[in-house]
């Protein structure tokens, strides 16, 4: 599914961010660019990281 339609980033693809070691916001849009255009996907993200963090 994706999260966020401008820079075309899927739940699988946060998921697999915070299996390489990402932990925050910031590091998922650096590494993705999540968020980094509308802004409009930046909630539902930051509810994908919290419950990927959750389950390691
Ligand atoms: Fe993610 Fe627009 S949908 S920045």
């Given at each position: 599914m994706y999260v966020c339609l401008c820079k075309a980033v899927t739940d699988k693809a946060i998921r697999q961010q915070v299996e390489a070691g990402a932990c925050s916001m910031r590091e998922l849009k650096q590494n993705l660019?999540?968020?980094?255009?509308?802004?409009?996907c930046v909630c539902q993200a930051s509810d994908i990281l919290d419950s990927a963090l959750s389950k390691q």
């Amino acid at each position: 599914m994706y999260v966020c339609l401008c820079k075309a980033v899927t739940d699988k693809a946060i998921r697999q961010q915070v299996e390489a070691g990402a932990c925050s916001m910031r590091e998922l849009k650096q590494n993705l660019g999540v968020g980094t255009q509308c802004g409009k996907c930046v909630c539902q993200a930051s509810d994908i990281l919290d419950s990927a963090l959750s389950k390691q």
